[in-house]
């Protein structure tokens, strides 16, 4: 997949972000599937650092030719953040604007070399590398706030179920 198509699909995605969770009302964005697992507004906060903190940077860490790896370790960032203090439109909408602000930078650069890389302990990330799990990692978080929508329906909608909708399974 070229680069000028992954930059596409994060475009199209921003999108698709925003239609699927603007409207949340606040028993859905807090709701959790099990105690240890995120709710909407934790899966909205962390795509928003994400966007800001990680990708963009790493991305841009490796086309600038910076030397060594940055040090983001985001696999905590949920249970230290205040995730669960923020307002949900605006962290939504701090999360749009993010991907704005990625989609236009992305747009400016002007026949980057995606091969330039640094070594990683693992070994060398490539801008595109970083520039695929971009994309790959909408896909995860996309399916994860499909899950995690349709099994609060399930429980919303317990009385009436949803067979006729088809197995999730």
């Known amino acids: 997949m070229s680069p000028d198509h992954i930059i596409r699909q994060l475009t199209k995605h921003r999108h698709v972000f925003q239609h699927y969770l603007e409207g949340a ?21 962390y795509l928003r650092d994400k966007e800001i903190e990680d990708f963009r940077s790493r991305v841009a860490h490796c086309l600038e030719q910076t030397g060594t790896p940055l040090p983001i370790d985001s696999d905590t960032w949920v249970q230290e953040r205040p995730y669960l203090q ?30 330039l890389a640094y070594e990683a302990p693992q070994e060398p990330r490539s801008a595109e590398f970083f520039l695929t799990n971009w994309l790959a990692h909408d896909y995860l978080y996309l399916r994860s706030i499909t899950h995690l929508q349709y099994h609060y329906l399930r429980v919303q909608q317990e009385p009436l179920g949803l067979t006729y909708a088809g197995s999730w399974d």
């Open 86 to 115: 923020g307002d949900y439109g605006t962290v939504l909408q701090d999360f749009l604007h993010a991907r704005d602000a990625s989609i236009a930078w992305l747009g400016s650069l002007r026949e980057p070399d995606w091969t």
């Open 25 to 45: 009302i606040p028993p859905e964005y807090t709701w959790r599937m099990r105690p240890t697992a995120w709710c909407l507004l934790e899966i909205v906060s």
